[in-house]
């Protein structure tokens, strides 16, 4: 009786490694990243002076939706300074991207420092 607790135990060892060993490629390969469309024209954001002159700084990152034409049709503010936030957000809405085809959302990260400015 021992033989067979043995070596359904390794059975179900070498099974339990093969379902583990054949999931990671899968998972890795959903984690990869996407690539980004190029940005054609690109805006500055507007550093207001009350915020520069307090020494204000931070990071502002947006979700930009970009149409096929390559066009920024609207931005969502993931985090930030508010009022950072806004003035990246006006920008953003003037950038144009390369054309592609189909709409795609683009991360983009805005760096706030008053020394740089």
């Known amino acids: 009786m021992s033989g067979f607790k043995s070596s359904f ?3 179900a060892l070498a099974l339990l490694f ?3 060993a054949s999931c990671a490629p899968q ?3 959903q984690n990869a990243p996407k ?3 190029k940005v054609i024209v690109m805006f500055d954001p507007q550093y207001p002076e009350i915020i520069k002159n307090g020494h204000f700084e931070g990071q502002v ?3 930009a939706t970009v149409l096929p034409n390559g066009t920024v049709s609207k931005v969502e ?3 930030g300074n508010p009022i950072l ?3 990246a957000s006006r920008a953003m809405m003037k950038w144009k991207y390369a054309p ?5 959302v683009e991360e983009v990260i805005f760096n706030f420092n008053p020394t740089n400015r």
């Open 35 to 37: 690539p980004h469309r």
């Open 77 to 79: 503010i993931k985090g």
């Open 100 to 104: 592609a085809p189909a709409q795609t």
């Open 85 to 87: 936030a806004e003035c």
């Open 18 to 20: 093969c379902l583990t």
């Open 27 to 29: 998972l890795l390969a």
């Open 61 to 63: 990152r947006i979700d």
């Open 9 to 11: 135990s390794l059975a």
